[in-house]
């Protein structure tokens, strides 16, 4: 069974820096893209960021890049997210998910999702 | 970026209905588009991929059509646990953008 386990959300202050994890479990993590995907509250779902398979290919929303940094480390099944320069537009639960193959497409397994509020 | 559009954004509909949600890019996308299930309170799920393939476990009331810049989301016989925000989601190229979503609730 796919696992997908995100932790690191909380509040930060503007301008303040967060790193998300995802510890993926229950498949070949090495075989599947990743994503971040995230919902603000009482909004819709927004793409934030997927990795390919191997992390040689990244991808950013305009409205996170040069800001947040997707990575992956292939040896301990996790996918990162360090965030950068936070502002308050950023608050909202953040989806860990698994694509369905090497490269970012559409998402089949998702987690619970970790909470991230930006404010002072 | 292409922007993606949903209509209607909410729709009420009885027991058993036929429900049509329709998907508009902005520019063509080929097939690739994904449809997306969220219940209240819970995670997406993954309906459809390929603009019409039903992903496993996926009821087969639910169908997926279009191809280009139009696509459609079924519910042929609308459930009681439908009840949720669809969403789709194209992913030809970077950004994957999502829809707005259409809220979809029993009459």
């Known amino acids: 069974e796919v696992q997908l386990l995100e932790s690191g959300g909380g509040l930060v202050q503007p301008g303040g820096s967060l790193r998300l994890s995802c510890a993926a479990s229950?498949?070949?993590?090495?075989?599947?893209?990743m994503t971040w995907v995230r919902q603000a509250p009482g909004k819709g779902l927004e793409w934030v960021s997927g990795?390919?398979?191997?992390?040689?290919?990244?991808y950013y929303a305009d409205s996170v890049k040069g800001r947040f940094t997707i990575s992956r480390d292939n040896s301990k099944n996790t996918l990162s997210l360090q965030m950068n320069s936070l502002r308050a537009g950023d608050t909202a639960v953040y989806y860990c998910a698994k694509d369905r193959w090497g490269h970012s497409s559409s998402c089949d397994s998702w987690g619970q999702g970790t909470l991230v509020t930006v404010s002072s | 970026d292409i922007q993606m559009t949903q209509s209607p954004s909410s729709l009420s509909a009885s027991v058993g209905d036929r429900v049509t949600i329709t998907c508009r890019a902005s520019?063509?996308?080929?097939?690739?588009l994904a449809w997306y299930q969220q219940k209240p309170g819970k995670v997406p799920n993954l309906l459809i991929y390929?603009?019409?393939t039903l992903q496993s476990g996926v009821p087969s009331r639910f169908s997926g059509s279009g191809s280009g810049t139009d696509f459609t989301l079924t519910i042929s016989s609308l459930q009681p646990e439908d009840v949720a925000t669809y969403y789709c989601q194209r992913y030809n190229s970077a950004p994957f953008t999502f829809g707005p979503g259409t809220k979809v609730d029993i009459k």
């Open positions: 229950g498949f070949m993590f090495s075989s599947y893209a």
């Open positions: 390929g603009a019409y």
């Open positions: 990795i390919s398979n191997s992390g040689g290919s990244t």
């Open positions: 520019q063509g996308i080929s097939n690739y």
